[in-house]
C-alpha cells in the first residue's frame, strides 16, 4: 500500500540531458512553433477577412487553423520550457489539463479532416447538389457535432486514465503527458478501463480513416474522367496533400496508442509523438497557403494591403 500514492507532479521526457542540446532543442521547438502561429493565423485571418473565401471550404479550413493553433500550444510551449529551465517537471493538474486540451484539440481536428475530405467529395464529385447539400446550416451542424465530439471524447479517456492510482512512478516517457505513457505507470490492471477506450475509439478512428479514403478514391476517379487538365491538376494539389497528411497523422497516432507498452523507452515513441503531435498543426497551412490559389491571393492582399 505504501507504493500506490497520489502523485503530486510527474516528470516528463528530456530530449537530452546535455545543457548545448537543451538549448538546440527549445531553438529548433520555437521555430517550429512560430512557423505554425504565423502559419494559422495568416490563413483565419486571410478567410475572415476576404469575403470571397466565405464558402463552406474555407470555414472548414479555418476551424482547422484554429484547431490547429491551440493543439500545438497545449504541448510545444511546456516543453520549450522545461529545455530552457533545465527541468522536467509538470504538475498533476497541469498534466490532467494536457491530456484533456490535446485529446480535445486531436478528436475535432481529427473530425475536421474528415469533413473536408466529405467537403470535396460533394464539391468534385457531385457539384450539382453541392449548394443544397453543403449549405450554412449544414456546415454549422458539422462544425458544432466535431467540437462537441470532441468534448465527449476528451472528457471520457481524461477521466479514465486520471481515475487510476500511480504506483510505477512519476516518470513519463514523452515529452508531454501521454495517455499510454501514463498508462504504464498505472498498478495492477485498473488500466483496462481505458485500454477498452482506447480500442474503441481506434476503431472509430480507423472506420473514418477508410472512408476519408474511399472518398479520396472517388474524387481521383473521377477527376480522371475530367479532360480539362487544369481542373485535374487543381484538385489533385488540393485533395493529395491532403490525404498525405491525414494518413500520416491517423498511422502515428494509431501507432502511438495501439502498439503494445513497453516498460523500456524507444526513441521511436519520441519521434512518434513528434509526428502526430507537432508536425500536422504545421504542414496544414503550408500545404493550404502554398496549394491553393485563393488562399495566397487573399495573403498576397492581406500582406500588400
Given amino acids: 500500500m505504501s507504493n500506490q500514492t497520489t502523485e503530486t507532479e510527474f516528470l516528463l521526457l528530456s530530449f537530452s540531458q546535455a545543457r548545448e542540446l537543451q538549448i538546440l532543442h527549445f531553438v529548433v521547438f520555437l521555430v517550429i512553433f512560430l512557423a505554425a502561429l504565423m502559419g494559422n493565423l495568416l490563413i483565419i485571418t486571410a478567410v475572415t477577412l476576404d469575403h470571397h473565401l466565405h464558402?463552406?471550404?474555407?470555414?472548414?479550413?479555418?476551424?482547422?487553423?484554429?484547431?490547429d493553433l491551440r493543439s500545438i500550444s497545449v504541448t510545444v510551449p511546456k516543453s520549450m520550457a522545461n529545455s530552457l529551465l533545465n527541468t522536467r517537471s509538470i504538475s498533476y493538474s497541469g498534466c490532467?489539463?494536457?491530456?484533456?486540451?490535446?485529446?480535445?484539440?486531436?478528436?475535432?481536428?481529427?473530425?475536421?479532416?474528415?469533413?473536408?475530405?466529405?467537403?470535396?467529395?460533394i464539391a468534385i464529385c457531385k457539384p450539382l447538389h453541392y449548394e443544397s447539400l453543403m449549405n450554412r446550416r449544414a456546415c454549422i451542424e458539422m462544425a458544432?457535432?466535431?467540437?462537441?465530439?470532441?468534448?465527449?471524447?476528451?472528457?471520457?479517456?481524461?477521466?479514465?486514465?486520471?481515475?487510476?492510482?500511480?504506483?510505477?512512478?512519476?516518470?513519463?516517457d514523452q515529452f508531454f503527458c501521454e495517455i499510454p505513457q501514463l498508462l504504464k505507470l498505472a498498478c495492477s490492471d485498473s488500466?483496462?478501463?481505458?485500454?477498452?477506450?482506447?480500442?474503441?475509439?481506434?476503431?472509430?478512428?480507423?472506420?473514418?480513416?477508410?472512408?476519408i479514403i474511399v472518398l479520396y478514391?472517388?474524387?481521383?476517379?473521377?477527376?480522371?474522367?475530367?479532360?480539362?487538365?487544369?481542373?485535374?491538376h487543381k484538385a489533385f494539389s488540393t485533395c493529395l496533400p491532403h490525404l498525405i497528411?491525414?494518413?500520416?497523422?491517423?498511422?502515428?497516432?494509431?501507432?502511438?496508442?495501439?502498439?503494445?507498452?513497453?516498460?523500456?523507452?524507444?526513441?521511436?515513441?519520441?519521434v512518434v509523438g513528434v509526428l502526430y503531435s507537432v508536425v500536422p498543426p504545421i504542414m496544414n497551412p503550408i500545404i493550404y497557403s502554398m496549394r491553393i490559389k485563393e488562399i495566397k491571393g487573399a495573403l498576397r492582399k492581406l500582406i500588400l494591403g
Fill in 144 to 172: 458544432a457535432s466535431a467540437w462537441i465530439s470532441g468534448i465527449f471524447c476528451s472528457a471520457l479517456h481524461t477521466g479514465n486514465t486520471f481515475a487510476l492510482t500511480f504506483c510505477g512512478g512519476n516518470m513519463v
Fill in 217 to 232: 478514391v472517388q474524387i481521383f476517379t473521377t477527376v480522371l474522367r475530367i479532360p480539362s487538365e487544369r481542373c485535374g
Fill in 191 to 211: 488500466y483496462l478501463n481505458e485500454v477498452g477506450v482506447i480500442a474503441f475509439f481506434a476503431c472509430l478512428t480507423i472506420s473514418c480513416f477508410v472512408l
Fill in 245 to 270: 497528411v491525414v494518413s500520416l497523422f491517423v498511422c502515428t497516432g494509431i501507432f502511438a496508442y495501439v502498439k503494445p507498452p513497453s516498460s523500456c523507452l524507444s526513441g521511436l515513441d519520441l
Fill in 55 to 67: 464558402t463552406p471550404m474555407y470555414f472548414f479550413l479555418m476551424n482547422l487553423s484554429i484547431i
Fill in 96 to 121: 490532467v489539463a494536457q491530456v484533456f486540451l490535446f485529446i480535445f484539440f486531436t478528436a475535432v481536428d481529427f473530425a475536421f479532416l474528415t469533413i473536408m475530405a466529405y467537403d470535396r467529395y
